[in-house]
């Protein structure tokens, strides 16, 4: 193997690592759960540079695993572990950061073309520089990538309004696992000419393809916005909260997420300068966005009319109990950094187990009623930590060792709780019409899991198109298709 590298060595001069100190962050998740094995990582400057870089490891048989900023929590950006052990040779890690260049924007297209390793605040500050809003927006956005957005269908807090990353996305250029670049770059909102390949990219976490560059839809920056942080009795409070807040404000209401207590206390407790932003604790709180286009000046005060009118009514009724309204910038800020914080929060207490779930709006209050009691009841180690994007339908269904046992000692009885506690959550989440991973994808976390949910026939059109685009099984190897 050695020679084989030293042949890449050759046209990668400096933009290929194989020392072991110099991979080893490459190798290892954002959530320390997954470490693989690789023959070398090697970061490209450009498209062509990939597309060398596939054309070698198709001629030589070497897996690719393609990594952003390797911020995805199914282990999708890392060399499968057990990999290390099949017959195949190691793979190589493909980083795409340095693919980190905003190739044009035009506003009145409304559309940017950007390359794959551009980080997603790049992005929006780009975007913004040009007078226009890129609405895709997720605590990770300072080190995810827009390619790593698309090929996981990214979600975050602005779906509601603005849809996934999917909806955000006109066209791409992609090498396929033999090193030829796909063109296509369109920047077309209307263009009905046969399969959708762009579709067949995006989500389907680098198994069939690298991308190396995307169009990307623009819309009108808002011209003022508020945040609420309401606290309320429970989800089906918030549920009542929400259809009569689209139905006043309309597409203003940008974002609707959700937290329980749990989560505020973890952030509380583990962000420096964190308070809460109501006294009395609640067993949830909602977060309500509303941003408004027109003028800035009359825009902050419509704005904050009709938050104060939505959450005053909301009292009323007894929905909310209590609420918070951002007057400036700073609170604006503080308010969205409880959201933002929970993940590392949550890291900072122990291992997790992570139950990225989507259900029917509607279903939420009785799925969290009759799950919540039955883990209560058949897994008392754990502690919940709940909270999403509601309004749509999202929630962050984890876990936590309970408070004193997150220590590295216990990691090992706690995770061993992570196939009964899946069984258990994700056939509730089944029963009630539900997905077993809405935004996060399957890597190798819900990989095999996901056969479950799956027909024959779904998986049988899922393997033909991976057989299609990736006859040898090169792209990403052991991800997102279930093994048996
Ligand atoms: P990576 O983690 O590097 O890769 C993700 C997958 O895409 C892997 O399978 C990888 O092989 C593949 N891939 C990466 N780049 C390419 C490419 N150019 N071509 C082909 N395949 C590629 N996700 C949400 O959806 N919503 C959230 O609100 C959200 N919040 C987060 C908050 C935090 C604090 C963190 C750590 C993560 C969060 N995520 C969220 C998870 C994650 O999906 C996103 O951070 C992001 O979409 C991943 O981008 P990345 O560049 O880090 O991709
Ligand atoms: C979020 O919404 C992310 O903050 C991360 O999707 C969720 O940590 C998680 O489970
Ligand atoms: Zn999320």
Redesign the pocket.
Known sequence: MTSLTDTLRACFTGKLLTDAADMAPFLTDWRKMWTGAALAVVQPDTAQDVAQVLTWCNANNVPVVPQGGSTG?SGGSVPEPSSANADQPLPIVLSLTRLNKVRSVDPQNNTMVVEAGVTLQAVQEAACAAGRLFPLS???EGTCTIGGNLASNA???QVLRYGNARELCLGLEVVTPEGELWDGLRTLRKDNTGYDLRDMYIGSEGTLGVITAAVLKLFPLPAAQTIALAAVPSTREALALLNPAQSRVGAALTAF?VLTDTCMELVTDHVPGTRRPVTEASPWYVLLELSITGQPDQAEAQASQMMEDLLGAAMETGWVTDAAISANLAQFEALWAI??N??ES??AVGK?I?H?IALPVSCIPDFLESTDAAIAQAFPQVRQVV???LGDG?L?Y?ASPQPGMGSAEHAAAFLALEGPLNKLVHDAVHAFGGSISA??GLGVLRRDESARFKSPLELKLMRNIKQALDPKGLMNPAKLLPLN
Do not use: P
């Open positions: 929590m997720l605590a990770a979600g975050g807090v997420e959201r933002e929970i993940s949550q890291s997790t992570k990225d909270f999403g994007h999202n962050h984890n935004e996060h």
